[in-house]
């Protein structure tokens, strides 16, 4: 069993940046693909960005050159460094950690990108 906790979220301006930070409980966190999704009202949740335990990294298109995703195995964390945010990025960012049939989710942390 794993339990993410997302921190980090909170309302911003356009151009500016944001960290969130996901800390996971339970054991053999290396060995989990970590992802970040996020989820606008009346869309569906879209991939924004994965890490796998080899530390391969894939971004939705729209991210790329702007946010960045990395993890401390050490730590139990992974991190979605946010710039240059955008008002279409607004949503709700969750964190997810995936192992063969193993599926975890958080609860997720608002971000609003306004004005």
């Known amino acids: 069993q794993v339990q993410l906790v997302e921190s980090g979220g909170g309302l911003v301006q356009p151009g500016g940046s944001l960290r969130l930070s996901c800390a996971a409980s339970?054991?053999?966190?290396?060995?989990?693909?970590m992802g970040w999704y996020r989820q606008a009202p009346g869309k569906q949740r879209d991939l924004v960005a994965v890490i796998t335990n080899f530390g391969l990294i894939k971004y939705k298109d729209s991210v790329k050159g702007r946010f960045t995703i990395s993890r401390d195995n050490a730590k139990n964390t992974v991190h979605l460094q946010m710039n240059s945010l955008k008002p279409e990025d607004t949503a709700v960012y969750y964190c997810?950690?995936?192992?063969?049939?193993?599926?975890?989710w958080g609860q997720g942390t608002q971000v609003t990108v306004s004005s």
């Open positions: 339970g054991s053999l966190f290396s060995l989990y693909t």
């Open positions: 997810n950690a995936k192992r063969n049939t193993l599926d975890y």
